[in-house]
Each structure stands twice: as C-alpha cells, then as structure tokens.
C-alpha cells in the first residue's frame, strides 16, 4: 500500500540502469548473508566457546542488514517498476527471471511483519537451547511450553498468508516451492503403499553382519579418503574445503567458496564417509551453479527437496551401490588393511545397506528411511490443525512408531525429542523435503542413465566425469531460475514421480536380499 501511494522515482530511468541498480543491491544482500555463514560456519569449526555471546550478536546484526535490505521498500518499487519490462523479455532469460523470483521474494517477505521476525528467531533460539539440554535429560515436560510456543509461531506465520486452502500450505512452499499440504500428502502416502510392503519382506530376512564397520580407524585416514573421494566425484576444492564439525553441514560464502564439514567417530569406519559424500552433493550443486546467475537469489539451489536430491544421490544412489564400492573396496582396505584384510566387497557392501526397523531416523537405511519422516510429517499436520494438543504428542508418537514400524521407543530421547527441527525452526514443513529429494534422486539418476546408459560402467571405474557433466548442464546450471517443478521436468523430462525410486530400491534391494522385489506388489502377487 505504502509502495503505490509513493511517487514513481524511476519513471526517468532506463529499465537496464534500474536493473543494474537491482543487480547492485542483491549483490549487497548475498555479501551480507555470506559474511553471516562465515560467522556462523566459524562458530562451528573453529570458534573457542567464550566467544558465543558475541558471535550472537554479530550474527543477529549481520542478519538483520540483510533482512532489512531484501525487504526495503526501495528493493520493492525497484522491482515493481521493472515487472512491465521483465514481461517484455523472452520469458527464460535470465533477467526476466531474475525480476520474476525478485518480486515474488519480494512479496512474501514483505507479508510477515519484522516484529515477527525478530520474536520467532528468539523464541526459536532459546527453544532450541532448552532443547539441547532436554534431549539428553529425556525430559519432554521441560519442552511443552516451549514446542507450543512453535506450533504457535508455525500458525501465525501461516496466517499471514491466508487464505490458504490448508495450514500447512505456506510453510511448504518456503521450503519446496509450488507444493502443496494436497501435493505433499498424496506423495507420501504413494510411497507408504509401496514402501510398507517391501521393508516388511526385507524385514524377514537375516540382517546383514555390520561387525567390518566396526573397529579402531583413524580419524585423518578416514578424513583423507573421504576427500579423494569427494575430488574424483568433482567438488572443486579451490572453491570449497572440508573441516570438521558436531554436526556435519555445507555452506556457502560466495559462488567460489562453498564448504562442507564432516564429524567422526574413530570406532566407525563410515559414519564420517557418508556424511562427507552427502554434503559434497550439496556444495556440488551449489558449484555447479551457473556464473551468470552467482551474486543474485537465482544463483542458488531450486528448493531445499531438489538440493536434498543432489546430497542423496551422491551419497546413496551412487555411494552405496556395489559399481562404486567394488572400485573403492581396495582402496578402503589399503588405507585400513589390518582392520579390513578378510573383508570381502561383498560383505562390505551388504553391511553399509543394511536395512533394519530402528529408532532413530539419521541413522536409518534407505528403505525405512521415509517411513520416518511420514510419521512426522502426519503428526506436525495434526499438531498444526489443533488435532493432535502437543502434551499428547509422545504417547501420539510411540504409537505411530508401533504401527508404522514396528518399534517403540523406550523413551522420549529417542522418540519425539530426537529432531531438532520442531523445537529450533519451527513446525511443518521441514521433513517432507528429506524425502522429495529421496524421490528425485533416483529421477535424476535415471534421467542420466538414459543419455548415458555406461554411467554404472563408469562408476565402477572410479569415473564420474559424465555423470556430473550431464548433471551439471541439466540440473545445476539454472540454479533457481525456475520454479523447483520446472527444474524437475526440465532435467529429468517429467514431473516428479515416484516410480524411479521404486524401481531403484526394488532392483537395489532385491538383489542384495535375493528376493523378487522388481515389480509392484499387487502383480507379485498375480505372479
Ligand atoms: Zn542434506
């Protein structure tokens, strides 16, 4: 309202001199938020523990500069006065791409009122402490008042954006643009069909013996392996490095300078590894990132489900499948020979898939692995539409785990408490993009093998050249140019679907369990 009552400054000025001034000021706003991920990367790396108080204030300021300036009214009349022009370029061009996102940015930021803002992050940050203390007491009471307090804040944020046909709707699409609670929920439950069958003939087999993974390794051994392995894959360690950190994350200063960190265990030979090749995805993608669009909101990845797919892939679809680990086995067992030396590939290979119903979703197999995060993507809806009241959320969560699962966690340490997500960012929204991303790795990857079926060659000699190539020029390069549903159906020719992932985990894994997994459930049974 503020914006169209004020006179029109730019009505002088050429559409490029305006666009250039717009290029100008998100360039200000991206080094703003760089220096906030220096300052946060910092605090956890390398930061000593006196200077967390400070470190909260500079990240705050720092923060607060960049929020004020992607939400200034004079970035607001700026895009405002470019839209006409915006609509008179091709409508894949850079710029006119670049005015489009600006301006929907623009105007979701601008709905959600700074005291909000500024109230949300504190209350999420005290949250989150009490949570880091609560977890390990396995004290849930201590965190009632605090998780009602998100589910508040998750409620109010909505409401800004209202009318919406469900709750959850403004939420998702902060995370996964374009989606829907409607588009989400038939997603998932596609896949609970498919999955709950599958895990339940996997379940009854024998579990696979994990005992190699076990052990005495050396942390810089593990590091070193990690890294080469990192460097064949293609992460461009003259614009990216590894450190180490309590909880592993990829981060972004600058379209040259995209890090990841990685933490240890010295008693586990992969638990470091494969968080390594997960957040290597991640920062390969943000590289791979066309130049043209660096310094600007298009110059990042689609949405966190499509990142999600690019961590998943290289971790999982292609480091853990046998192609990769018979190249690698000899090296590993090099590198760990007095611990590996009557290990076969196979045995390894069966042990780092080892599919098991556990408690603990970070820690989960591929298979099961959704099956937890349809548990709380079910429970945040009910707690969002006042279905589910929060001081009934541990017994609510026990339950799903008996009957989606077949476990029960002993305690709330392992049960509700065990994510971060609800009690520091918020409720809603977060988990469903642990799985699109599941779901488009394997689309991706199909994609890939179409235009070149000898990428599983490839990859068994320790090749991965055309498999980034072709994901680089598909995928990586448009970065946020287009909306994440369009970014899917360019790259992969098709809207995001789960039968590749089905096709993916029924081969996968009825090959490692020896049992006739390759079709749908229902023609099994004809057959
Ligand atoms: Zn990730």
Same mark, same amino acid.
């Given at each position: 309202?503020?914006?169209?009552?004020?006179?029109?400054?730019?009505?002088?000025?050429?559409?490029?001199?305006?666009?250039?001034?717009?290029?100008?000021?998100?360039?200000?706003?991206?080094?703003?938020?760089?220096?906030?991920?220096?300052?946060?990367?910092?605090?956890?790396?390398?930061?000593?523990?006196?200077?967390?108080?400070?470190?909260?204030?500079?990240?705050?300021?720092?923060?607060?500069?960049?929020?004020?300036?992607?939400?200034?009214?004079?970035?607001?009349?700026?895009?405002?006065?470019? #839209?006409?022009?915006?609509?008179?370029?091709?409508?894949?061009?850079?710029?006119?791409?670049?005015?489009?996102?600006?301006?929907?940015?623009? *105007?979701?930021?601008?709905?959600?009122?700074?005291?909000?803002?500024?109230? /949300?992050?504190?209350?999420?940050?005290?949250?989150?402490?009490?949570?880091?203390?609560?977890?390990?007491?396995?004290?849930?009471?201590?965190?009632?008042?605090?998780?009602?307090?998100?589910?508040?804040?998750?409620?109010?944020?909505?409401?800004?954006?209202?009318?919406?046909?469900?709750?959850?709707?403004?939420?998702?699409?902060?995370?996964?643009?374009?989606?829907?609670?409607?588009?989400?929920?038939?997603?998932?439950?596609?896949?609970?069909?498919?999955?709950?069958?599958?895990?339940?003939?996997?379940?009854?087999?024998?579990?696979?013996?994990?005992?190699?993974?076990?052990?005495?390794? /050396?942390?810089?051994?593990?590091?070193?392996?990690?890294?080469?392995?990192?460097?064949?894959?293609?992460?461009?360690?003259?614009?990216?490095?590894?450190?180490?950190?309590?909880?592993?994350?990829?981060?972004?200063?600058?379209?040259?300078?995209?890090?990841?960190?990685?933490?240890?265990?010295?008693?586990?030979?992969?638990?470091?590894?494969?968080?390594?090749?997960?957040?290597?995805?991640? #920062?390969?993608?943000?590289?791979?990132?066309?130049?043209?669009? /660096?310094?600007?909101?298009?110059?990042?990845?689609?949405?966190?489900?499509?990142?999600?797919?690019?961590?998943?892939?290289?971790?999982?679809?292609?480091?853990?499948?046998?192609?990769?680990?018979?190249?690698?086995?000899?090296?590993?067992?090099?590198?760990?020979?007095?611990?590996?030396?009557?290990?076969?590939? *196979?045995?390894?290979?069966? /042990?780092?898939?080892?599919?098991?119903?556990?408690?603990?979703?970070?820690?989960?197999?591929?298979?099961?692995?959704?099956?937890?995060?349809?548990?709380?993507?079910?429970?945040?809806?009910?707690?969002? *539409?006042?279905?589910?009241?929060?001081?009934?959320?541990?017994?609510?969560?026990?339950?799903?785990?008996?009957?989606?699962?077949?476990?029960?966690?002993?305690?709330?340490?392992?049960?509700?408490?065990?994510?971060?997500?609800?009690?520091?960012?918020?409720?809603?929204?977060?988990?469903?993009?642990?799985?699109?991303?599941?779901?488009?790795?394997?689309?991706?990857?199909?994609?890939?093998?179409?235009?070149?079926?000898?990428?599983?060659?490839?990859?068994?000699?320790?090749?991965?050249?055309?498999?980034?190539?072709?994901?680089?020029?598909?995928?990586?390069?448009?970065?946020?140019?287009?909306?994440? #549903?369009?970014?899917?159906?360019?790259?992969?020719?098709?809207?995001?679907?789960?039968?590749?992932?089905?096709?993916?985990?029924?081969?996968?894994?009825?090959?490692?369990?020896?049992?006739?997994?390759?079709?749908?459930?229902?023609?099994?049974?004809?057959?």
């Amino acid at each position: 309202m503020a914006r169209a009552s004020l006179p029109v400054r730019n009505a002088k000025r050429s559409p490029e001199q305006m666009l250039k001034e717009l290029r100008q000021r998100l360039r200000e706003i991206r080094d703003l938020s760089g220096a906030a991920a220096v300052l946060n990367w910092d605090q956890s790396t390398y930061m000593p523990p006196g200077g967390a108080a400070a470190r909260a204030r500079q990240y705050a300021v720092v923060s607060k500069l960049a929020h004020e300036r992607m939400t200034s009214a004079a970035l607001g009349r700026l895009v405002d006065a470019l #839209a006409p022009y915006g609509e008179t370029l091709p409508a894949d061009s850079d710029d006119a791409r670049l005015i489009a996102v600006v301006r929907r940015d623009f *105007e979701k930021a601008a709905k959600v009122p700074a005291r909000y803002v500024a109230r /949300a992050s504190a209350i999420g940050a005290a949250s989150y402490d009490a949570w880091t203390r609560a977890r390990p007491a396995n004290d849930f009471s201590a965190m009632q008042s605090w998780l009602q307090q998100m589910v508040d804040l998750s409620r109010e944020y909505a409401s800004y954006f209202a009318p919406y046909a469900h709750i959850s709707d403004p939420l998702i699409d902060d995370t996964d643009e374009g989606m829907t609670y409607a588009s989400v929920r038939a997603l998932l439950a596609a896949l609970r069909t498919e999955l709950v069958p599958l895990v339940r003939a996997v379940c009854e087999e024998p579990l696979a013996d994990t005992t190699c993974l076990h052990g005495d390794f /050396a942390p810089d051994s593990q590091v070193a392996f990690g890294l080469s392995i990192t460097r064949a894959f293609g992460y461009d360690l003259n614009r990216g490095r590894l450190d180490r950190s309590p909880h592993p994350f990829c981060t972004k200063f600058s379209a040259d300078d995209v890090r990841i960190t990685t933490r240890i265990r010295p008693d586990e030979l992969t638990y470091s590894l494969f968080s390594i090749l997960h957040e290597a995805g991640h #920062a390969m993608y943000e590289q791979g990132v066309a130049q043209e669009l /660096a310094d600007t909101p298009l110059g990042q990845g689609a949405s966190i489900g499509v990142h999600e797919s690019q961590s998943r892939l290289w971790e999982n679809v292609v480091g853990r499948s046998f192609h990769f680990w018979d190249h690698y086995f000899p090296e590993l067992q090099s590198r760990f020979s007095r611990q590996l030396a009557s290990t076969s590939v *196979e045995t390894f290979y069966r /042990a780092i898939n080892k599919v098991e119903r556990t408690l603990i979703r970070t820690e989960a197999d591929e298979l099961t692995y959704n099956l937890h995060i349809i548990i709380r993507f079910e429970l945040e809806t009910e707690l969002l *539409e006042g279905k589910l009241a929060v001081k009934d959320l541990p017994e609510a969560w026990r339950a799903r785990y008996e009957s989606d699962l077949g476990v029960v966690p002993p305690d709330d340490r392992d049960g509700c408490l065990q994510d971060v997500h609800w009690y520091g960012n918020g409720v809603g929204a977060a988990f469903p993009s642990y799985t699109i991303g599941n779901v488009l790795s394997a689309q991706f990857y199909a994609a890939a093998l179409r235009a070149h079926p000898d990428i599983p060659q490839q990859i068994r000699a320790g090749e991965f050249g055309v498999l980034h190539g072709w994901l680089r020029e598909n995928l990586y390069r448009s970065g946020r140019k287009f909306m994440p #549903a369009k970014t899917v159906q360019r790259a992969s020719g098709e809207p995001i679907s789960i039968k590749p992932y089905m096709e993916y985990l029924r081969k996968k894994y009825g090959e490692l369990y020896r049992l006739p997994l390759s079709s749908a459930p229902a023609e099994r049974t004809r057959a």
